[in-house]
C-alpha cells in the first residue's frame, strides 16, 4: 500500500506532464468503496480468506492492470509478470504442498483468479489453464512425473498447454482423432490440436490421444515436451481478445514420445480431461466475475464524471436500476460459482453438474455486465483507451471455450432427465 | 555481532483511499463498515525487518499492535510477510478512542524490555491522527538513541548507519545498538505476502494482552472537543494592481 502511495503519487505527476497511460480512467480497481458494499468479492469469506484476495487484486491492481491494455494491443504474453505472480504461490493454486503446489482448494483458487482477472482477464485465464494442467500433473501422474514437472511449472519456470481439441472435434471431443501408437518404448503421434493457448511458446502439453478403441474409453493423456521430434505449430491465430496469450494449432507428424510420460493409465485420458475441466469450468467462470466486477467498478465511476443534460449521469434512474442489474446478477453469478467450487472441494456427487451451471450462468451474465458498461460509457466505451472494450472482448470467448455453453446444457439436463443411475464421473 | 532481535509495530488505520467522513455528532470520524488497513509506514517497517531477517542479521521479528480485535488482522498480515511472533495488546472501544502515542511508546518499552529486543522499527506516523511521536516517546522512555525518517538503515558492528530525509536535504547518522528506527516513505518498496505464507502465518503464535499487563495506565490525557470538516474553500479573488491588493487587505483589517 505505502507502493500505492508512491504510485498515486506518480500517477498525479505523470498526469499533470500529460504523459498518459492507455486508459484514460483515473482510478484503479478495487477501490475502497466497494469493501462494505454489495458487490464486495470478500463478503462472506474467511479471514485467511480475505488477506488471499487482498494478495491477488493488490497484485491485479499494480502489476497487471497498468499494462493490460498494452499486453492486448500489442500482443504480448507477459512472462516475467506470471513469474512474479507465481512466485507468490499463484502458479499452482489446488496442487498438493508435497510436490510444490500451494495446497490451497478450489474456492481459494476462484477467489484468486475473480481477483486477478479484474486486473487482466486474458492473462489470468492463461493461468487459469496452466494451473489445471499442473493439476491433471498432481491428481493422475505418477511420482516420477510429478517430481520432475510440478515443481517447475509451480514456479511457472515453465508453462503448459491443455490439447484436447481438434479442427474436426470440438464438442464432439469424445471422438478425437490425434492418434498414438505403441512402438517400442515411445509412442508415436499423428494428428492435429486446434486453438491450443499457449501453443509454441509453452513448455509442454498435455496432449489427448487415441491409443485404443472409439469413443473415450480409448484415449489416453500424453505429456509432450517442446522440442519433441515430428512436434510443430500453426501460425498465430489473430483474435477477438484473449491477446495477451497466443493461440495456435499444434501439428504431430510422427512425434516420438517416451511412454513413461503417460499421465495416468491408458483409457484414462478422457475421465482426466474431464475432470481437468470441472476445475476449468470454476476458473473460467472466476476470470468473467473479475471481468465484470471491473466493468460495474469503471462504469460507476464514469456515471459519477459524466454529465448530459445538465446532470450526472448517476441521476438518470434508468442507468440507476441498469447498474443495479448488473450488480445484482454479478453476485448471483459469483455465489453460483462459488457453490461450484465447494462442490469440487467436497466432491459432492452433483459436481459436474454445478460446474456446468456455474461455467454457462456466469459467463453469459458477465458478457451482458461487460457489454452494458461499455453501452453506459457511450461513445467512450468503443475507444481502446477505455478498458470496458477489453473486458468485454476477453470474456465473450469464456461462452465458448472449456466447453461450450451449449455443452453445459447437455451436462444438466442429461442430471436432470436420468432415469437409471447417475453416471457421476 | 549476534542476530537482532527486532520489534515492529503495526497500527490498523483507515485505507488511505477512502473518503474520511466525520460522525455527525462531530465527536469523530466514521470507521464502521470502513475499509481498514496496515499503516503504510508501517508495512515499510515490517519490510525493512524481514529484509534484516533475510540477510541474517536479525533473528526474530515480533510485531506488535494496540487496539480493538480487528487489530489480530493487521497482525496476521505482518506474520504472513514474515514476522515471526505477535502481541496483540487490546483496547477496545471508548477506551481505544483514547489512547494516544503517549501511552502506546510505554507499551512498546516495556515490550522491548521484556522480550530483550535490539531494535525497535515503527513507521514515522500513522496517517490517521499524523501524530509522529511514537516512536521519539518509545526512545525516549527507553532512553536509547532515535533514528527518525530512516531512508536507509545499515547495520555496522553493534551501531546503525542510518540516512535521514530531513527537511534541508539527507542527514546520514551513526546510533548505537540498541535503538528505535522510525521509517519515512522511500525505505523500500514492501513486498506481497506469499500464500504459502499466509497459510503459515496461521500457525505462528499470536498472543492476546491487556495494556495492565504491562503496568501501563492508558486513562486519556486528552479530551477531544469536537472533529469538524475544514471549511469550505471559499473562493478567491482577483486584483488588477499591488494598489488594489494593498487596499483590499487594509479593508480586511490585515494591515494597518
Same mark, same amino acid.
Given at each position: 500500500?505505502?507502493?500505492?502511495?508512491?504510485?498515486?503519487?506518480?500517477?498525479?505527476?505523470?498526469?499533470?506532464?500529460?504523459?498518459?497511460?492507455?486508459?484514460?480512467?483515473?482510478?484503479? *480497481?478495487?477501490?475502497?468503496?466497494?469493501?462494505?458494499?454489495? $458487490? #464486495?468479492?470478500?463478503?462472506?469469506?474467511?479471514?485467511? +480468506? =480475505?488477506? /488471499?484476495?487482498?494478495?491477488?487484486?493488490?497484485?491485479?491492481?499494480?502489476?497487471?492492470?497498468?499494462?493490460?491494455?498494452?499486453?492486448?494491443?500489442?500482443?504480448?504474453?507477459?512472462?516475467?509478470?506470471?513469474?512474479?505472480?507465481?512466485?507468490?504461490?499463484?502458479?499452482?493454486?489446488?496442487?498438493?504442498?508435497?510436490?510444490?503446489?500451494?495446497?490451497?482448494?478450489?474456492?481459494?483458487?476462484?477467489?484468486?483468479?475473480?481477483?486477478?482477472?479484474?486486473?487482466?482477464?486474458?492473462?489470468?485465464?492463461? *493461468?487459469?489453464?496452466?494451473?489445471?494442467?499442473?493439476?491433471? $500433473? #498432481?491428481?493422475?501422474?505418477?511420482?516420477?512425473?510429478? +517430481? =520432475?514437472? /510440478?515443481?517447475?511449472?509451480?514456479?511457472?519456470?515453465?508453462?503448459?498447454?491443455?490439447?484436447?481439441?481438434?479442427?474436426?472435434?470440438?464438442?464432439?471431443?469424445?471422438?478425437?482423432?490425434?492418434?498414438?501408437?505403441?512402438?517400442?518404448?515411445?509412442?508415436i503421434i499423428n494428428g492435429a490440436k486446434a486453438f491450443i493457448s499457449g501453443g509454441k511458446d509453452t513448455d509442454m502439453n498435455l496432449v489427448m490421444c487415441r491409443t485404443g478403441e472409439k469413443g473415450p474409453k480409448?484415449?489416453?493423456?500424453?505429456?509432450?515436451?517442446?522440442?519433441?521430434?515430428?512436434?510443430?505449430?500453426?501460425?498465430?491465430?489473430?483474435?477477438?481478445?484473449?491477446?495477451? +496469450?497466443?493461440?495456435?494449432?499444434?501439428?504431430?507428424?510422427?512425434?516420438?514420445?517416451?511412454?513413461?510420460?503417460?499421465?495416468?493409465?491408458?483409457?484414462?485420458?478422457?475421465?482426466?480431461?474431464?475432470?481437468?475441466?470441472?476445475?476449468?469450468?470454476?476458473?473460467?467462470?472466476?476470470?468473467?466475475?473479475?471481468?465484470?466486477?471491473?466493468?460495474?467498478?469503471?462504469?460507476?465511476?464514469?456515471?459519477?464524471?459524466?454529465?448530459?443534460?445538465?446532470?450526472?449521469?448517476?441521476?438518470?434512474?434508468?442507468?440507476?436500476?441498469?447498474?443495479?442489474?448488473?450488480?445484482?446478477?454479478?453476485?448471483?453469478?459469483?455465489?453460483?460459482?462459488?457453490?461450484?467450487?465447494?462442490?469440487?472441494?467436497?466432491?459432492?456427487?452433483?459436481?459436474?453438474?454445478?460446474?456446468?451451471?456455474?461455467?454457462?450462468?456466469?459467463?453469459?451474465?458477465?458478457?451482458?455486465?461487460?457489454?452494458?458498461?461499455?453501452?453506459?460509457?457511450?461513445?467512450?466505451?468503443?475507444?481502446?483507451?477505455?478498458?470496458?472494450?477489453?473486458?468485454?472482448?476477453?470474456?465473450r470467448v469464456h461462452e465458448i471455450l472449456e466447453g461450450t455453453n451449449e455443452i453445459m446444457r447437455v451436462l444438466i439436463s442429461r442430471d436432470l432427465l436420468e432415469d437409471g443411475d447417475r453416471k457421476y464421473s | 555481532?549476534?542476530?537482532?532481535?527486532?520489534?515492529?509495530?503495526?497500527?490498523?488505520?483507515?485505507?488511505?483511499?477512502?473518503?474520511?467522513?466525520?460522525?455527525?455528532?462531530?465527536?469523530?470520524?466514521?470507521?464502521?463498515?470502513?475499509?481498514?488497513?496496515?499503516?503504510?509506514?508501517?508495512?515499510?517497517?515490517?519490510?525493512?525487518?524481514?529484509?534484516?531477517?533475510?540477510?541474517?542479521?536479525?533473528?526474530?521479528?515480533?510485531?506488535?499492535?494496540?487496539?480493538?480485535?480487528?487489530?489480530?488482522?493487521?497482525?496476521?498480515?505482518?506474520?504472513?510477510?514474515?514476522?515471526?511472533?505477535?502481541?496483540?495488546?487490546?483496547?477496545?472501544?471508548?477506551?481505544?478512542?483514547?489512547?494516544?502515542?503517549?501511552?502506546?511508546?510505554?507499551?512498546?518499552?516495556?515490550?522491548?524490555?521484556?522480550?530483550?529486543?535490539?531494535?525497535?522499527?515503527?513507521?514515522?506516523?500513522?496517517?490517521?491522527?499524523?501524530?509522529?511521536?511514537?516512536?521519539?516517546?518509545?526512545?525516549?522512555?527507553?532512553?536509547?538513541?532515535?533514528?527518525?525518517?530512516?531512508?536507509?538503515?545499515?547495520?555496522?558492528?553493534?551501531?546503525?548507519?542510518?540516512?535521514?530525509?530531513?527537511?534541508?536535504?539527507?542527514?546520514?547518522?551513526?546510533?548505537?545498538?540498541?535503538?528505535?528506527?522510525?521509517?519515512?516513505?522511500?525505505?523500500?518498496?514492501?513486498?506481497?505476502?506469499?500464500?504459502?505464507?499466509?497459510?503459515?502465518?496461521?500457525?505462528?503464535?499470536?498472543?492476546?494482552?491487556?495494556?495492565?499487563?504491562?503496568?501501563?495506565?492508558?486513562?486519556?490525557?486528552?479530551?477531544?472537543?469536537?472533529?469538524?470538516?475544514?471549511?469550505?474553500?471559499?473562493?478567491?479573488?482577483?486584483?488588477?494592481?499591488?494598489?488594489?491588493?494593498?487596499?483590499?487587505?487594509?479593508?480586511?483589517?490585515?494591515?494597518?
Amino acid at each position: 500500500m505505502a507502493a500505492a502511495l508512491r504510485r498515486a503519487g506518480n500517477h498525479v505527476a505523470q498526469l499533470l506532464k500529460s504523459h498518459v497511460n492507455i486508459f484514460h480512467q483515473c482510478g484503479f *480497481i478495487g477501490d475502497s468503496w466497494i469493501n462494505g458494499s454489495c $458487490i #464486495d468479492p470478500t463478503l462472506g469469506l474467511s479471514d485467511e +480468506q =480475505k488477506q /488471499i484476495q487482498k494478495v491477488a487484486i493488490d497484485f491485479a491492481r499494480n502489476e497487471m492492470y497498468p499494462n493490460m491494455a498494452k499486453w492486448d494491443q500489442e500482443e504480448i504474453f507477459p512472462l516475467d509478470v506470471m513469474r512474479k505472480a507465481a512466485s507468490l504461490g499463484f502458479g499452482a493454486v489446488y496442487c498438493r504442498e508435497k510436490y510444490g503446489g500451494t495446497g490451497l482448494s478450489r474456492m481459494d483458487a476462484s477467489i484468486i483468479f475473480e481477483a486477478l482477472s479484474q486486473g487482466c482477464t486474458s492473462t489470468t485465464a492463461y *493461468i487459469s489453464i496452466h494451473n489445471m494442467c499442473v493439476w491433471m $500433473i #498432481d491428481e493422475f501422474g505418477n511420482d516420477e512425473l510429478r +517430481q =520432475k514437472w /510440478i515443481p517447475q511449472l509451480a514456479s511457472m519456470e515453465k508453462l503448459a498447454s491443455y490439447c484436447l481439441t481438434e479442427p474436426d472435434h470440438g464438442s464432439d471431443a469424445a471422438n478425437l482423432t490425434t492418434s498414438a501408437k505403441q512402438k517400442g518404448d515411445h509412442f508415436i503421434i499423428n494428428g492435429a490440436k486446434a486453438f491450443i493457448s499457449g501453443g509454441k511458446d509453452t513448455d509442454m502439453n498435455l496432449v489427448m490421444c487415441r491409443t485404443g478403441e472409439k469413443g473415450p474409453k480409448g484415449i489416453s493423456c500424453i505429456l509432450v515436451e517442446k522440442g519433441s521430434p515430428g512436434l510443430s505449430f500453426g501460425k498465430k491465430e489473430k483474435k477477438v481478445g484473449w491477446n495477451s +496469450q497466443p493461440t495456435r494449432a499444434v501439428m504431430f507428424e510422427d512425434c516420438k514420445v517416451p511412454m513413461s510420460n503417460l499421465v495416468g493409465q491408458l483409457g484414462d485420458g478422457f475421465k482426466i480431461a474431464m475432470r481437468g475441466l470441472n476445475g476449468g469450468r470454476v476458473n473460467i467462470a472466476s476470470c468473467s466475475l473479475g471481468a465484470a466486477q471491473s466493468c460495474i467498478e469503471l462504469a460507476r465511476d464514469h456515471v459519477k464524471v459524466r454529465k448530459q443534460f445538465g446532470k450526472h449521469l448517476e441521476n438518470f434512474q434508468h442507468l440507476q436500476f441498469k447498474i443495479a442489474e448488473m450488480a445484482t446478477k454479478l453476485v448471483v453469478s459469483r455465489n453460483m460459482v462459488r457453490m461450484a467450487a465447494t462442490a469440487l472441494d467436497k466432491n459432492w456427487p452433483e459436481k459436474v453438474a454445478l460446474c456446468s451451471m456455474a461455467k454457462y450462468f456466469a459467463t453469459e451474465e458477465c458478457f451482458k455486465i461487460c457489454n452494458q458498461a461499455v453501452q453506459i460509457h457511450g461513445g467512450y466505451g468503443y475507444l481502446k483507451d477505455y478498458a470496458v472494450q477489453q473486458y468485454m472482448r476477453d470474456s465473450r470467448v469464456h461462452e465458448i471455450l472449456e466447453g461450450t455453453n451449449e455443452i453445459m446444457r447437455v451436462l444438466i439436463s442429461r442430471d436432470l432427465l436420468e432415469d437409471g443411475d447417475r453416471k457421476y464421473s | 555481532m549476534s542476530a537482532l532481535r527486532v520489534l515492529v509495530g503495526c497500527k490498523r488505520v483507515i485505507d488511505y483511499a477512502v473518503k474520511v467522513r466525520v460522525k455527525p455528532d462531530k465527536t469523530g470520524v466514521v470507521t464502521d463498515g470502513v475499509k481498514h488497513s496496515m499503516n503504510p509506514f508501517d508495512e515499510i517497517a515490517m519490510e525493512e525487518a524481514i529484509r534484516m531477517k533475510e540477510k541474517k542479521l536479525a533473528s526474530e521479528i515480533i510485531v506488535v499492535s494496540c487496539g480493538p480485535s480487528q487489530c489480530q488482522e493487521t497482525l496476521r498480515t505482518a506474520l504472513a510477510m514474515g514476522g515471526d511472533r505477535a502481541i496483540h495488546v487490546q483496547v477496545e472501544g471508548k477506551e481505544y478512542e483514547g489512547l494516544q502515542p503517549f501511552h502506546v511508546s510505554k507499551i512498546f518499552a516495556k515490550i522491548a524490555q521484556e522480550e530483550k529486543v535490539d531494535l525497535v522499527v515503527l513507521g514515522k506516523q500513522a496517517i490517521d491522527d499524523d501524530c509522529n511521536q511514537t516512536g521519539q516517546m518509545t526512545a525516549a522512555i527507553l532512553d536509547w538513541p532515535q533514528a527518525t525518517f530512516a531512508s536507509k538503515v545499515e547495520i555496522d558492528s553493534g551501531s546503525l548507519k542510518v540516512t535521514r530525509e530531513i527537511d534541508g536535504g539527507l542527514e546520514n547518522i551513526k546510533v548505537k545498538l540498541p535503538a528505535v528506527v522510525t521509517t519515512d516513505l522511500r525505505l523500500n518498496e514492501p513486498r506481497y505476502a506469499t500464500l504459502p505464507n499466509i497459510m503459515k502465518a496461521k500457525k505462528k503464535p499470536l498472543t492476546v494482552k491487556k495494556p495492565s499487563d504491562y503496568a501501563v495506565d492508558i486513562s486519556p490525557r486528552q479530551e477531544v472537543l469536537s472533529v469538524e470538516d475544514p471549511p469550505v474553500r471559499e473562493a478567491g479573488q482577483k486584483v488588477e494592481s499591488v494598489e488594489q491588493l494593498v487596499q483590499k487587505l487594509r479593508d480586511a483589517g490585515l494591515v494597518a
